[in-house]
């Protein structure tokens, strides 16, 4: 059991890089601890998924206080991809440099976006990216169009459109990831958006990358196999092998490479697992930052609701808005994003409102549009993933920058109700909603205060590489798929030279 390269998880970060090593002639083994997500009528089930909870993890964390939550993760081949909405934004230029918050400052990456530009181009292309070039009032250089124009639009949401932009907005057609080509298998149904995919339209990792890769006879998968720890040598400077847990045994796997795509916390909790007397508080953990700055966007949903009108689009993941990205009106800091969420069915707002009689919430979710407002959250060393002795996951999490999320709610009200919505209501994220968890890991050019470096290797090791969104110094506040997809094809192409691969 010894292989070139061996790949710990098949989300965005792991399931692209190994897509873009499958012609590489490496020996690869890619690490899953769960299984392919089965296709059945569940699927499209809003009570499956949202009353139920069918395909999150089953496992529970603590938070600060002590208390336990089920995270919204999901161990399947292709990982959160599976469920998520394919929202498939760039970084905005902007957010490669040092920003100015009300909150504090958001740090410069230690690559610009020039850098990545050329691999978002190939991540669009491989992951069936649908947009419109040019409409963004935010949107950075591109070196060519969007590969697929963009999803067609509702009668509603263009409508919506129109009176957004007589308030002066300038809402543009969101970026997203389906398959939409000519002769594509997307339907443009109303279980898209925290769905997993029946037809296998969503461009998520096991569709686009793993599935691919594995057609090559180099690339193996494992499933069901649990990565406990990595070993290392005597020095302490390379990984040797992975210990597994597979159908109630314990394998070792030994490769020249290994790379940690599990997540931002279950990559940091491996890494604290693997602690060793070279490394005593946690593989790379020489600067003491693993784990630390544990970030996840400042979530709310909003969903503007006209009696009088009735809602009847299908597909509502096609607009986003812009405007207040980089500065608020009348606030001279950035506030957010506003993007639809995919149609809100009844069962979805029974989740949360429980004693709400089902017709009610039924008539609720005909009269009303239903969007996610996003701001940035801000590293805090102290916002942090540690592991108890007996291997449960503690988050400490205390929200940043609270008073633009405040802002940026109060301003996506104002503008639904003047664009005719009396009724406008929301509720804020708490931390169980972690699917856009980050910078557990981050990337820098200074060991002393970042883990990574800018293409990803572990400072204090020669052969171990994080790539998800760990590696993350700042949130941002848009999508982070794309980005991680960006930087696997990148760090993939740093791979292909390595004596260490083979």
């Known amino acids: 059991m010894s292989y070139d390269v061996v790949i710990i998880g098949t989300g965005a970060g792991g399931g692209t890089l190994a ?112 947009g419109e070039a040019g409409t963004d009032p935010t949107e950075p250089p591109r070196s060519g169009p969007y590969p697929f124009p963009p999803i067609p639009q509702d009668p509603y949401m263009d409508e919506l459109a129109e009176r957004l932009r007589a308030q002066g907005l300038r809402p543009f057609r969101l970026p997203v990831g389906l398959d939409y080509r000519t002769g594509g298998r997307c339907i443009r149904c109303q279980t898209c958006d925290a769905f997993p995919c029946r037809v296998r339209a969503k461009a998520d990792a096991e569709v686009c990358a793993v599935r691919p890769a594995l057609e090559r006879p180099n690339v193996e998968l494992w499933t069901n196999a649990y990565a406990r720890r990595l070993l290392t040598d005597e020095t302490g400077r390379t990984v040797t092998a992975v210990e597994v847990d597979r159908g109630g045994e314990t394998l070792t796997v030994t490769a020249g490479t290994f790379v940690v795509s599990c997540g931002a916390v279950n990559s940091a909790a491996l890494l604290l697992r693997s602690a060793n007397a070279a490394h005593p508080n946690g593989l790379a953990n020489s600067s003491g930052l693993v784990g630390r700055n544990y970030m996840v966007h400042n979530n709310s949903v909003l969903i503007a609701i006209d009696p009088r009108r009735r809602n009847p689009t299908i597909f509502q993941k096609t607009l986003s808005i812009n405007d207040f990205y980089l500065r608020g009106p009348d606030w001279p800091y950035p506030l957010g994003n506003l993007q639809p969420v995919g149609k809100v069915q009844a069962a979805m707002l ?49 929200p940043t920058n609270v008073a633009t999320h405040r802002r940026l709610l109060a301003e996506a009200k104002r503008i639904f109700r003047e664009a005719g919505y009396p009724i406008v209501l929301t509720r804020t994220m708490g931390i169980e909603t972690n699917s856009h968890q980050v910078g557990t890991l981050r990337f820098g050019l200074d060991p002393a205060t970042s883990v990574l470096d800018p293409l990803c290797k572990a400072h204090d090791l020669d052969n171990l590489y994080v790539v998800d969104a760990s590696f993350f110094p700042s949130s941002a506040a848009v999508n982070p798929a794309l980005t991680i997809v960006a930087q696997a094809l990148r760090v993939a192409d740093h791979l292909q030279g390595r004596p260490l691969m083979r």
Do not use: C
């Open 350 to 398: 029974a989740s949360v409102l429980r004693r709400v009689p089902r017709g009610v919430l039924a008539e609720t979710a005909a009269h009303s549009s239903d969007w996610w407002v996003m701001s940035e959250d801000l590293p805090d060393p102290a916002n942090r993933v540690t592991v108890a002795s007996g291997g449960t996951i503690r988050i400490r999490w205390r």
């Open 19 to 130: 897509y873009a090593l499958r012609d590489s002639g490496a020996k690869i083994l890619l690490l899953e601890r769960g299984d392919f997500l089965p296709e059945e009528p569940e699927n499209w089930s809003p009570e499956a998924l949202f009353l139920e909870g069918r395909y999150k993890a089953l496992e529970r964390w603590q938070n600060a206080d002590g208390g336990t939550f089920r995270p919204g993760v999901y161990y399947w081949v292709g990982g959160n991809t599976k469920v998520y909405g394919a929202a498939l934004p760039r970084l905005r230029r902007e957010d490669f440099a040092p920003l100015e918050h009300e909150g504090g400052l958001s740090p410069g990456w230690p690559i610009s976006y020039e850098d990545l530009e050329p691999y978002y181009a190939r991540a669009e292309e491989i992951y069936w990216v649908h």
